[in-house]
C-alpha cells in the first residue's frame, strides 16, 4: 500500500467552513483520530501533511503514533501577503520576516517547510492560474533560507512559470504541478525535484455538478498527458491526493489517486516501481535536520 504524500487533516471532503468551524478554537482530537482511523484501517503507514494555521496537523502527528503511522508536517504553510496561501498557512512581507514563519515552523516541530508559489486551478476557464505567482527570486530566496535551516521544501505550485522557478530554486517537492509543457518537465526530470501531482483533486469532481464536466475534462486530459511524459523522462513522482479536499476523503484519496496513476498508466512493476521510488525519496527527504537533503 502506497502513503498518502499529501493530505490536509484538518479538512473533512466534503465542507471547507465546516472544517474551519468545527477545529477553528483548537484541535478537535475525536475529528483527528477519525481520519487516522481511516488510515490505519487501509493499511496507509504514512501520511505528509500540507499544514493548516489551526494546529490541526501538529496535533495530528503527535496522535498518530498510537495508529502506527510515521506522520509528517510543516505545522503550517507559508505564503507572501497578497497571494494564496490564507487557507492553509501563515503570510509574511518580506524575507526578514519569512525567515522568522521558518523559525516559527520549527520551534513548532515542523519536519519540513510549505510554501505557497502561485494561485489554483482557474475551474472556470481551462488552461489559466488564479493570483499571481512570486518571483523567481523571491521563491530562490525562501528555499535557500529554508534549506540553510536544515529544511525540506514542499511547494504548492502551478503553471509552467512557477514551476520552473521552483525547480530552478531547488524546491524538494511540487505539489499539483498543473499545466506544465514539455520544456518544464524535461526540467523536472534533470533535477531531484519529486512531483505529487494529485490527480483526484479534479477527477473526483466530474459529475458533482459543482464545475463544468466539459472543463474538468479538459482539465483531466492535460493531466494524463502530463503524467505519460513524467514517466517516459523518468521524472521523480510520488503519490499524493490533496486529501480533504472536496470529494477527495482520508484514506479512500490516496488509493483513489494510485488508482489514477494505474489507470493512466497500466499496473505494471514498472509502473510500480517507478511510484515507490518516489514516496521513498519524500520519506527520506521530508524529514527535519536530514543529512539527505536534495538540493539543485
Known amino acids: 500500500?502506497?502513503?498518502?504524500?499529501?493530505?490536509?487533516?484538518?479538512?473533512?471532503?466534503?465542507?471547507?467552513?465546516?472544517?474551519?468551524?468545527?477545529?477553528?478554537?483548537?484541535?478537535?482530537?475525536?475529528?483527528?483520530?477519525?481520519?487516522?482511523?481511516?488510515?490505519r484501517k487501509r493499511g496507509i503507514r504514512f501520511v505528509r501533511d500540507g499544514g493548516d494555521h489551526y494546529g490541526v496537523s501538529k496535533?495530528?502527528?503527535?496522535?498518530?503514533?498510537?495508529?502506527?503511522?510515521?506522520?509528517?508536517?510543516?505545522v503550517f504553510a507559508i505564503?507572501?501577503?497578497?497571494?494564496?496561501?490564507?487557507?492553509?498557512?501563515?503570510?509574511?512581507?518580506?524575507?526578514?520576516?519569512y525567515h522568522r514563519r521558518v523559525l516559527e515552523a520549527a520551534a513548532e516541530g515542523a519536519d519540513f517547510i510549505k510554501i505557497m508559489t502561485t494561485g489554483l486551478l482557474d475551474f472556470a476557464d481551462h488552461g489559466k492560474i488564479t493570483g499571481t505567482?512570486?518571483?523567481?527570486?523571491?521563491?530562490?530566496?525562501?528555499?535557500?533560507i529554508a534549506h540553510e535551516e536544515g529544511f525540506a521544501v514542499m511547494s504548492h505550485t502551478n503553471g509552467c512559470y512557477g514551476v520552473q522557478a521552483a525547480v530552478e530554486a531547488g524546491v524538494d517537492s511540487i505539489e499539483h504541478g498543473n499545466y506544465m509543457d514539455d520544456e518544464t518537465i524535461s526540467m523536472l526530470a534533470d533535477s531531484e525535484s519529486v512531483w505529487v501531482p494529485t490527480l483526484v483533486t479534479v477527477?473526483?469532481?466530474?459529475?458533482?455538478?459543482?464545475?463544468?464536466?466539459?472543463?474538468?475534462?479538459?482539465?483531466?486530459?492535460?493531466?494524463?498527458?502530463?503524467l505519460k511524459k513524467a514517466f517516459e523522462k523518468k521524472v521523480h513522482v510520488a503519490v499524493?491526493?490533496?486529501?480533504?479536499?472536496?470529494?477527495?476523503?482520508?484514506?479512500?484519496?490516496?488509493?483513489?489517486?494510485s488508482r489514477?496513476?494505474?489507470?493512466?498508466?497500466?499496473?505494471?512493476?514498472?509502473?510500480?516501481?517507478?511510484?515507490?521510488?518516489g514516496e521513498k525519496r519524500i520519506r527520506t527527504i521530508f524529514c527535519h535536520g536530514s543529512s539527505n537533503l536534495i538540493q539543485v
Open 1 to 39: 500500500m502506497f502513503g498518502e504524500c499529501h493530505a490536509h487533516i484538518f479538512l473533512n471532503g466534503y465542507d471547507y467552513r465546516k472544517a474551519v468551524e468545527t477545529q477553528k478554537n483548537g484541535p478537535r482530537d475525536a475529528l483527528i483520530r477519525a481520519h487516522l482511523e481511516e488510515y
Open 59 to 74: 496535533r495530528a502527528a503527535r496522535l498518530a503514533p498510537e495508529y502506527e503511522i510515521d506522520y509528517r508536517t510543516p
Open 79 to 97: 505564503y507572501k501577503e497578497g497571494h494564496y496561501g490564507k487557507i492553509v498557512g501563515k503570510s509574511f512581507s518580506d524575507m526578514k520576516e
Open 133 to 144: 505567482p512570486l518571483s523567481a527570486t523571491d521563491v530562490k530566496e525562501m528555499v535557500h
Open 203 to 226: 477527477r473526483n469532481l466530474k459529475g458533482c455538478g459543482r464545475f463544468e464536466d466539459t472543463i474538468l475534462a479538459s482539465i483531466i486530459k492535460t493531466g494524463e498527458q502530463n
Open 240 to 257: 499524493g491526493s490533496d486529501a480533504g479536499a472536496y470529494q477527495v476523503l482520508h484514506g479512500q484519496g490516496v488509493q483513489d489517486e
Open 260 to 277: 489514477a496513476f494505474f489507470d493512466i498508466l497500466g499496473d505494471t512493476q514498472a509502473v510500480r516501481s517507478w511510484m515507490e521510488d
